[in-house]
């Protein structure tokens, strides 16, 4: 068995390029669809607002399912809490206690939330459910509403908790 092994590891390292007629190539349209992106400075954050008010009810009908009511019952990741607890022996890493960048919020939610539909949720709701969990974790007020330009100006409070990478090699 183990020469088998070999023999086949051999094959592929030897420059096997046939074509299986799998897949195709990925048009123009199709990558632009995916490249959604939101760096933390939110250059590419789109056009909408939202508040903490319109987004609870989104939340309650989208999100609380697998993120608790409020956000720190679970089943899935708790999002709300957790400030003052990642040097403790039970850091709990949600939103509010470890996230660096408002905008990274609204880039997860946007690309992979609700889980069952994933990219469902249109640019307003994003924004309101962006705002209703920096509400919930005490960083913003209810009434503070949420577009391109005061998303990427909000300083989250684990800002400086993250060391920059120091290798030259990486941007």
């Known amino acids: 068995m183990p020469a088998l092994v070999a023999t086949g590891v051999a094959c592929a390292?030897?420059?096997?390029?046939?074509?299986?007629?799998?897949g195709h190539s990925a048009a123009p349209a199709?990558?632009?669809?995916?490249?959604?992106?939101?760096?933390?400075?939110?250059?590419?954050?789109?056009?909408?607002?939202?508040?903490?008010?319109t987004g609870a009810a989104i939340y309650a009908a989208r999100c609380a399912a697998c993120h608790g009511a409020s956000g720190r019952e679970g089943?899935?990741?708790?999002?709300?809490?957790?400030r003052?607890?990642?040097a403790s022996a039970a850091p709990l890493q949600t939103i509010g206690s470890y996230w660096p960048y408002a905008t990274t919020v609204y880039d997860y939610v946007h690309r992979a939330m609700?889980?069952?539909?994933?990219?469902?949720?249109?640019?307003?709701?994003?924004?309101?459910v962006t705002a209703f969990l920096?509400?919930?974790?005490?960083?913003?007020?209810?009434?503070?509403?949420?577009?391109r330009d005061t998303l990427p100006a909000i300083v989250m409070p684990n800002r400086d908790g993250?060391?920059?990478?120091?290798?030259?090699d990486l941007p």
């Open 30 to 53: 199709h990558i632009a669809a995916q490249d959604i992106a939101i760096a933390p400075d939110g250059a590419e954050l789109p056009p909408g607002k939202g508040d903490a008010r």
């Open 13 to 22: 390292d030897a420059g096997d390029d046939r074509r299986y007629g799998l």
């Open 84 to 86: 003052g607890s990642l």
């Open 114 to 128: 609700p889980f069952t539909a994933p990219g469902s949720l249109t640019a307003d709701e994003v924004y309101a």
């Open 162 to 168: 993250f060391v920059p990478d120091p290798r030259p």
């Open 75 to 82: 089943p899935d990741p708790v999002l709300v809490g957790g």
């Open 134 to 147: 920096l509400h919930a974790n005490g960083i913003i007020e209810v009434d503070t509403v949420l577009d």
